[in-house]
């Protein structure tokens, strides 16, 4: 009874101003941070001190927010992955905005949590979905799901199509039952790591990915995929799905997608794409019709927080056919059912159509960006990176030091620095130092891959505050350093 009489406590602030006050604060303090971001190193390292300070003995007692706001201010802000940055390349990765910022910060706020049921949140996401297939030419009743990001929107997609045409109920009986012929799948050399995370995940096993060659242009080879598939069904496999590529990761280029739909028909086969960030180029005029037939897919995964700008995470899965979407998916417990009226009346659309039971209003970004910004303006920015990807990519062939290591399809560029008489492995060696000390200066963060025998500086353009300006200092910055790795 002793414990009945105890003060009843909360984690709302006691006192509401104070932590309104705090809160101003902090968007005054992030809108004088993403502002001021040009002005600071596109990278640096977490200093060792600071790494010790971020290693401490777990809170047990209460602390003033703003004293903890202070320590995320010296801590952390400081030390980004640096994507922000205008002159941040590296991997694929977003820049993020401040209208998603403050969309987060809303989406937060209201807590909702989207398995369906009838609530608005359910429908700014139902109209998010509907607008992104109309952008990528899908039909405006596919079925969608905003989820993490590409690796997770890939592997749902490639879970319908497992169950959608493995030819039996994997649901129930899985894959290991006896007379259950070997499915396999194909996708060319260059396609992305998370291809086969997903296949092993599904328990089909890496060796069930058939990885096909590319040609020149890195694309896959259809003839390959052609004779692959033969083999496969006269050795009693059972192909079940294309993986095209809408911008692949290493260079950035595009399957010939309207041939793949085309084979995939004839062939019966579920078609994929995997339009991480190539998916979006569909959204400018210009650019369109590099990525056409990826609207006869089956399925196309892609994300938000790359060639949309928007912060992280954000990613999107369509699905052409809803009823298989939801086939694969679908789980009604009793403590789950949906009701004629009430909270519940709506059912679990979205949980019925991934991974997740709980799921958060990642939309709200999405929605309140394409209204606010438009999607033309995505469109202009998309073809801005191109044109700058093609800027640099002719600053680099103009100059004696640089070669390009692969034809600039999209946004992506790859390069080296070149010394006439260096083998290719002193040349490797060479250009992996420039890279690091680059990135060590804090003026730019280009990453790097293996292009055949020749390592090279990539970079990947899905930004919208680099300028033309950025590409060059980039160049002086290779140039510069790669001198200097020489004469030391
Ligand atoms: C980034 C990327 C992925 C994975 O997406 P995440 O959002 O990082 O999970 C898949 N495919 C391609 C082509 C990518 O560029």
């Known amino acids: 009874l002793a414990d009945i ?137 596919s079925s969608g799901v905003l989820v993490s990001g590409g690796t997770t929107a890939n592997l749902i997609a490639l879970t ?137 897919a089956d399925s196309i995964a892609f994300d938000l927080h790359k060639w949309m700008y928007l912060p992280y995470e954000a990613g999107c899965v369509l699905v052409r056919d809803a009823g298989a979407h939801r086939a694969t998916f679908a789980l009604t417990p009793s403590y789950l059912k949906p009701t004629a009226r009430g909270i519940a009346a709506g059912g679990l659309t979205f949980a019925e159509r991934g991974i997740q039971l709980s799921r958060g209003f990642r939309a709200l970004k999405v929605w309140m960006s394409l209204k606010t910004h438009g999607a033309r303006l995505f469109g202009r920015l998309i073809e801005q990176n191109v044109r700058q990807a093609r800027y640099l990519g002719e600053l680099v062939e103009s100059h004696a030091r640089l070669e390009l290591l692969a034809p600039v399809s999209l946004n992506i560029v790859c390069f080296r620095f070149r010394v006439a008489g260096l083998s290719e492995a002193e040349l490797n060696a060479l250009n992996e130092e420039i890279l690091l000390r680059v990135q060590e200066s804090g003026v730019a963060v280009p990453s790097s891959t293996q292009l055949g025998e020749s390592f090279a500086l990539r970079v990947a353009i899905t930004n919208h505050r680099s300028r033309l300006s950025d590409f060059e200092l980039l160049v002086e910055a290779v140039t510069n350093i790669g001198e200097a790795v020489l004469r030391s």
């Open 5 to 141: 009489t105890r003060a009843e406590e909360t984690l709302d602030p006691e006192d509401w101003d104070e932590l309104r006050a705090l809160g101003h604060r902090m968007i005054d303090d992030m809108f004088a941070y993403l502002s001021s971001v040009r002005t600071r190193p596109a990278w640096q390292p977490v200093p060792a001190e600071i790494k010790e300070q971020l290693d401490e003995p777990l809170p047990l007692d209460q602390r003033d927010a703003a004293e903890v706001y202070e320590e995320f201010k010296r801590h952390v802000l400081p030390y980004p992955t640096g994507n922000i940055h205008p002159r941040f390349w590296g991997w694929v990765k977003g820049t993020g905005t401040p209208l998603g910022m403050l969309a987060d910060m809303l989406a937060s706020g209201m807590n909702a949590n989207i398995l369906g049921h009838d609530q608005s949140a359910a429908l700014v996401e139902t109209q998010v979905i509907k607008w992104l297939a109309e952008l990528l030419g899908m039909p405006r009743e």
């Open 160 to 296: 319908v199509a497992r169950n959608a045409r493995a030819g039996f109920d994997v649901r129930a009986r899985g894959l290991q039952h006896a007379e259950a012929q070997p499915l396999v799948l194909y996708a060319s050399t260059e396609t992305h790591s998370c291809a086969q995370k997903a296949v092993e995940l599904l328990g089909l096993g890496n060796e069930s990915l058939r990885r096909i060659h590319v040609n020149k242009d890195y694309q896959i080879d259809i003839e390959a995929l052609r004779g692959a598939v033969a083999r496969d069904r006269a050795d009693g496999c059972k192909p079940f799905c294309v993986i095209g590529n809408a911008g692949t990761v290493n260079t950035g280029a595009v399957d010939d997608l309207t041939a793949l739909a085309a084979f995939c028909r004839e062939e019966e086969l579920w078609f994929h794409v995997d339009g991480a960030f190539g998916a979006l180029a569909a959204l400018a005029p210009s650019l369109k019709a590099m990525v056409a037939g990826m609207e006869e």
